[in-house]
Every structure is written in structure tokens, then in C-alpha cells.
């Protein structure tokens, strides 16, 4: 049960590690950057960038950009192992602790756990405290049991290990020292000797110590991130500190049973830790626990799974967002627990009743439901959520693919970055391919750290800046990346020869942690080399339409049009469906599609576009008649033909 257990559970955290959740947050490529230092030579303890970082994780990310190159999946990787991880070591942790079959249900409800999954597939250093967290306490409590010296000291260093991961690791020693302090007063004659405690101690003291010291001689690097969140803040608590700690409190205590975490990049938003089932499982086995370390025995694995949970939560309580699930992330996997102890003790009850099956029945009936349940809101509701891949910054992902995929270097949406053949590979439309240029605005490259782990170093990249134009040669192929938002399009565009092809489309949409509605994140222009023919139809104003032809999947027409000469304002297209003469679906819009606008157009211009119709459902698309033209949108008055009667130009069954 227990290999099945950790096979599907492992199975779920390495299940498109890459893909899901979509995008690569800006926190996730600081530690690629992180990484590519640590592959050049770097060996920091502590990592200054982005408000400072334990350096465990960045490690282990230099070990899969090492392997796979500089891909979400490398990243991403080292979390889903450390998750899987942490299945063992949560069985392990509850088998020292309790039972042997509570450590299996901990197991298990680790490995089907919402949190501990979403943890398990995003490149944040969070995911590895809990794993050494489960180390160290089970080896310390196991070793304490079986008299076994060296294993206590085993746990000691594990537990030393965990200031290596996370910052909410710096709130353990509270948790040990008020356990100590419950153990010394409720059960002196059995309180651990000094070599006990020095066993555990002194190796978690040396193993430490190295950051530490780091600590000592940078107090700002180290403790400014937890400043800047505290709600001793008057800016975040708005001066009603009182306030803000008890709703803090009741967030913190609600989260596992009423409401989580609502922020999509940590979890569903709002959804608790635990379902109904496992729930009312969790309730009854922190109450269990409070009779069992309250109660005349005193038990002290009671005692210690109440005292680390309470006090693991105070990092969210004492910080801004409460719930926060990375905040809050040392109470696992000990809050796990709680539903396994829970589950167990209504086992033994069963059995002792004489319904053995039945109890386990309903055990493994609470932890499936927990599990499925999981599965569903995992990899269906939240991976395919629109607000998750905004707020893991997909957009810019999207930009990285698609600039790799234009030079023929570095990533493309594979496991890996083995570079493309030239011409080939996703995200590069027909006609431009692998191997092109690519131009890519510098706002971009700043705003978003990304761009800057995804894209490798390449001749065919030129980042740019506005004030600093980009040219090329004519007759070279290229794509322009364009922040297009207070700035001058057009003059950064002039860089582009004219004659040569330009097709101009919106990037995917983005949307910022506080911004209301999304937006295109950037702007395309693909250029590349075009041999004018006859044109399909010459218009008023000096236009021409070079070609007019169905998409691939016919829902939509391409167009190119020319300008013999640079046009006085901004034309709108008109583009119709028809059915028998009857428009069945319109497509107007800007000349240029609103991105390259015909007011910029210079002698010579030449600019493809593509209109799609929504059509209504059972039109038969093989009988649609499709016919274009220009007219001046102020006026409403169209552009005649000049090489024939009217003012359309049309495609025909």
C-alpha cells in the first residue's frame, strides 16, 4: 500500500511539471537566474536578489538547469522531487510519533493534499522545509525511543539543514523550546538528559552556523523581507495593528477547515486545506490530541504535533495575505497529522467494536474522496483557470517560447532546450521560421525576469530600446516584440525597410496581481522579404490587395495589402461572410489589425492581416462567400475599386 501510495503520489507532482501551472512566476526565474550564477562558479549562502533567498533550492535548481537547460521544467523539477519527498518522510514523521498506520494515512493524505501537491509544482525554495522538517523531528523522536544516540543527532542535523530552505524555519526554535518546557513540566522524570539535548543540539549548531554568520554581518539582507511584510507595519496594517492580528488569528485558524489561501498562485483561491471528510477528521484529531497532551498521560507526540502547528502558523499570522499558504507552509507536514490521527483512532474503535472492515473502509473511503477531489481541483479547475496562468505570468512564458522558437535557440516547450533545426518549431508562423532575428523591446526584458532565465544568449537576439532603434537589411527575416503601451510604436518601427512584409498581431493576454482587466502583454510584427505580384484588387488611396485567401480551418480570411504611397489617415476594414447574399458574420476592424494603423504606412508598405468570423453553428463554411474592402471609419464612406466595378473585393465557394 505504502509503494502505491508514493508511486501515485509522485506520479501527480512530476504529471507536465513544466506546463502545469502555466507560465514561469517571476519568483520561480529569480532562482533559475540564481542558478545560472551558481553554474558559473558562484557558491553564496545567501542569495540577495529578489528580497533575499535561503540557497537550498537554488542548488538544486543549478542541478536541473545543468541537466535540462534553462526550462520551466528545471525550475520546477527539484520542487516535485522534494514533494515526493516528503510522502516518506510524512509517514515516518506520524509512524514516530504515533502509529504505524497513522503514518501510513499521513502519508497518504500528503500525497492526495491540495497544498502539499500545488507546493510540489512551483519552483519556490517553500516546498523543501517541510521535508526536512519531517526528517529531523522523526529521526529525533525515533532515536529517542530506540535509545539510539546517533539518530537523534541524524535529526539534529536535518533539523539544522532547515534554516537552509525557508524563512519560516526561523520561528522553530520557539516550537521546541515551548515542547521542551511542556515535556519538563508535565513528565520531569523522563525529560532527556544534557547529552541528549546535545546530540540534538550541537549538530544542528554546526550545520547552521555558516549562515548564521552571514546573518550577523548582513542583518538587512537577511531580516528585510519579513520587515517589509509585517503587520507591524503601519503600511500594512493600516494602524490598526490590534485589528489586523486578531483577524489574522481567526484567517490563520480558519484555513484548514473554512477558508485558505486566496491567492491563486498557492492554491484555488479560498479553498481550505482539508475537505468536508477529512475535515471533520482533522477537527477530531486535534481535539484527540488536546484530550491525549492535556489529559493524564500527557503524551508528548500530542504535544508536540499541537505546539509546532500552533506556533508554524505565526509566521502568516504576524505577515500580510493571512492565510498564507508559503508563509504557513512549516506547519506541514505535521498538521497532516491531525486527520491521520484522527482516521486511526476511529479504526481502532471499529475494531474493538467488532467492525474492523468497516472502519477501514471508511478510512480509505475519507482519504480517496480527499484524494480525487484534489485531482479535480488540481488539474481541472485550477491549472486551466485563466487568473492562475495571469498570475504565474504565462504571457511572458509565451514570449520567451516564441522568441527562442524565432532564433532557433533555447526552449520551445519541451522538457528541454535542445535548439531547433532551422525552419522548424511551435510558436513561429508560416513564412518567417527558426533561425529569424528577433528584436525584443527592453521594457520587456526588465519587467520580467523570465524572459531573462528562458532566453539564451544568441546572435539573432537584439534587445532594444526606444531611444536606441533597432534596423535590418532589407530582404532579412525578423520578429519585432514590442511593448506597445506610452510609447512611440512607430518610430521604433521606421527601423523596418519598407517593401518588406509586416505582420502585425496582439501577444496573449496578461493581467498584473492588482490590475482589474487583462490586456495584451505585447505587441508582434513578423517581417520577412515579399516579391509583390498582381494584386488582387487595387482601391482609392493607393491601396492594393496583394492576396486574399481562407485560413487553414476556414473560420477566417488572410489578407496583404500594399500602399503605393503613404496614406492620410487610419482606414478600417470591413470583412463579411455571406450565405446566399446574406452577411451570416461581419469582422470589421483598424487596417493593420489596430496594431500597424495606416496613418504610419509609408510608399511601399506592405502589411498582412487575418480577420475571423464567428459564425453561427451549421453554417457550412465550404459555402461561404467572403468579400473585403476599406472605408473610412469617420465617415463611413467606403474605398472603390479601381480595376473593377464596386467596392469588395471577394473570395467565393
Known amino acids: 500500500m505504502f509503494v502505491i501510495i508514493l508511486i501515485v503520489g509522485a506520479a501527480l507532482r512530476f504529471y507536465q511539471i513544466g506546463a502545469m501551472p502555466p507560465g514561469l512566476y517571476q519568483d520561480e526565474a529569480y532562482n533559475g537566474l540564481d542558478a545560472l550564477k551558481v553554474i558559473g562558479g558562484a557558491r553564496p549562502l545567501y542569495f540577495a536578489a529578489n528580497n533575499g533567498r535561503e540557497p537550498f533550492y537554488i542548488y538544486l535548481v543549478a542541478l536541473g538547469v545543468a541537466a535540462l537547460g534553462r526550462t520551466p521544467a528545471a525550475a520546477r523539477l527539484p520542487a516535485a522531487i522534494l514533494g515526493a519527498l516528503t510522502i516518506p518522510a510524512a509517514y515516518a514523521l506520524g509512524r514516530a510519533l504515533f502509529s504505524r498506520r497513522a503514518g501510513l494515512l499521513a502519508a497518504a493524505i500528503t500525497a492526495g493534499s491540495f497544498w502539499a501537491l500545488a507546493l510540489s509544482r512551483i519552483g519556490l525554495r517553500a516546498v ?24 537523534v543527532a541524524l535529526g539534529g542535523a536535518f533539523y539544522g539543514f532547515t534554516f537552509y530552505t525557508y524563512l519560516a524555519a526561523r520561528f522553530t526554535p520557539l516550537a521546541l523550546i515551548l515542547f521542551l518546557i511542556f515535556w519538563y513540566i508535565a513528565r520531569p522524570h523522563t525529560f532527556p538528559r544534557p547529552r541528549w539535548l546535545a546530540a540534538f543540539g550541537a549538530p544542528a549548531v554546526l550545520v547552521v552556523a555558516p549562515l548564521a554568520a552571514v546573518a550577523l554581518n548582513q542583518p538587512d539582507l537577511f531580516f528585510g523581507r519579513a520587515a517589509q511584510v509585517s503587520i507591524f507595519s503601519a503600511a500594512v496594517n493600516g494602524g490598526d495593528m490590534w485589528g489586523t492580528l486578531f483577524h489574522n488569528l481567526i484567517a ?88 491521520a490521527l484522527g482516521l486511526d483512532v476511529l479504526m481502532s474503535w471499529a475494531r474493538d467494536k467488532g467492525h474492523r472492515i468497516a472502519g477501514i473502509v471508511v478510512a480509505a473511503c475519507a482519504v480517496t474522496a480527499g484524494f480525487g477531489l484534489t485531482v479535480n481541483d488540481y488539474f481541472g479547475r485550477y491549472a486551466l483557470d485563466p487568473d492562475t496562468a495571469y498570475l504565474f505570468q504565462s504571457a511572458a512564458t509565451e514570449l520567451a517560447r516564441d522568441v527562442n522558437a524565432t532564433t532557433g535557440v533555447g526552449w520551445t516547450g519541451g522538457l528541454s532546450d535542445s535548439p531547433l533545426p532551422e525552419g522548424e518549431g511551435p510558436g513561429v508562423r508560416p513564412g518567417v521560421g527558426a533561425g529569424a532575428s528577433a528584436y525584443l523591446d527592453l521594457r520587456l526584458w526588465d519587467t520580467f525576469p523570465s524572459l531573462r532565465f528562458l532566453l539564451p544568449q544568441s546572435d539573432r537576439l537584439t534587445v532594444f530600446d526606444e531611444r536606441h532603434p533597432f534596423s535590418f537589411a532589407r530582404g532579412a527575416r525578423a520578429v519585432v516584440y514590442l511593448w506597445p503601451y506610452d510609447r512611440r510604436p512607430r518610430a521604433v518601427l521606421s527601423g523596418i525597410p519598407p517593401g518588406m512584409l509586416i505582420g502585425p498581431m496582439a501577444g496573449p493576454l496578461a493581467r498584473g496581481d492588482l490590475e482589474p482587466a487583462p490586456y495584451s502583454l505585447y505587441s508582434v510584427y513578423r517581417v520577412e522579404p515579399f516579391s509583390a505580384n498582381t494584386p488582387s484588387a487595387e482601391f482609392e488611396g493607393g491601396f492594393r490587395l496583394y492576396s486574399i485567401s481562407r485560413t487553414a480551418d476556414a473560420d477566417g480570411v488572410e489578407l496583404i495589402w500594399g500602399a503605393d504611397r503613404a496614406p492620410a489617415k487610419d482606414y478600417q476594414v470591413f470583412a463579411q461572410a455571406l450565405v446566399n447574399g446574406n452577411i451570416v458574420a461581419q469582422a470589421d476592424g483598424p487596417l493593420g489589425a489596430g496594431l500597424y494603423p495606416s496613418s504610419w504606412w509609408r510608399a511601399g508598405e506592405i502589411v498582412r492581416e487575418s480577420r475571423r468570423f464567428d459564425l453561427p453553428l451549421g453554417v457550412n463554411t465550404a459555402g461561404l462567400t467572403i468579400s473585403v474592402g476599406l472605408y473610412d471609419p469617420a465617415t463611413g464612406e467606403r474605398l472603390k475599386r479601381l480595376d473593377a466595378p464596386g467596392d469588395a473585393a471577394d473570395i467565393t465557394p
Do not use: Y
Open 252 to 339: 490563520a485558524l480558519g484555513m484548514f477547515v473554512v477558508r485558505g489561501d486566496a491567492i491563486a498562485r498557492h492554491n484555488l483561491p479560498g479553498r481550505p486545506v482539508f475537505d468536508p471528510i477529512l475535515g471533520a477528521a482533522f477537527v477530531a484529531g486535534v481535539l484527540i490530541s488536546l484530550r491525549r497532551a492535556l489529559g493524564a498521560e500527557r503524551d508528548r507526540a500530542a504535544a508536540l504535533a499541537l505546539i509546532w502547528t500552533g506556533v508554524m502558523l505565526v509566521p502568516t499570522i504576524l505577515a500580510e495575505d493571512a492565510p498564507h499558504f508559503l508563509r504557513g507552509v512549516g506547519v506541514l507536514p505535521m498538521a497532516l497529522l491531525f486527520p
Open 128 to 151: 523543501a522545509l517541510p521535508l526536512f522538517t519531517a526528517l529531523s523531528l522523526a529521526c529525533a523522536a525515533s532515536g529517542w525511543r530506540s535509545r539510539r544516540l546517533w539518530l
